[in-house]
């Protein structure tokens, strides 16, 4: 059985049983691991004992991302519109915007030998969830993406630009922001 790693040493995997789908709205929290359905409502898949602690080394830690996704599954050169990603976390956390709008960098690999370009997502949505959306726009035909182009993410760490991210369970323990393994591409279409 999946349980929540307590100590450095062991393992923070989301259940194993899930999709990809369903690891990507599961959290921790003092409760255990926890669902949340499609309808919004939470369900407790597996309970474990002593994740209310303060302490890190008997509790819940530092939330850390646990996977990313595209959530545009496809998007045209002369159409444009939002490019938006997801940022999942294996706990709930708490964005603050007061003092800066986190980002992350996207990469424009150019078809045709073009240069290649990095672009900039800002922090759309999802304080207060384990789900964070960041967007970037593009308007029809404005020279910023072609057909064929190849967006991707890399290795990287979200810029918070003197915003937070913490963890919702203490509201004051500084979020993980750096994400490694976890690359994507989405290709622009005519």
Known sequence: MALWGKTLNTDEAKPKWLSDEQKRTTFADNR???????????EILCAVRGLAGADASTGLGAATISSL??????????????IDIRVNF??????????????ITITNDQAGGGTDATFTASYQSGSSTNILVFRATYGA??????????????DQS????SGTIVDA???STTSGVAFTGFTDTLTVAA
């Open 32 to 42: 255990g691991w926890v669902y949340t359905q499609p309808s919004g409502v939470e």
């Open 69 to 82: 996704n595209w959530v545009t599954s496809t998007i045209g050169e002369a159409a444009g519109g939002n």
């Open 90 to 103: 294996n706990e709930k956390v708490t964005v603050d915007t007061s003092g800066g709008t986190p980002t």
């Open 141 to 154: 035909a404005d020279g910023g993406i072609a057909e064929d182009d190849v967006l991707s993410i890399a």
């Open 158 to 161: 979200i810029a918070l630009n």
């Open 169 to 171: 369970a203490d509201g």
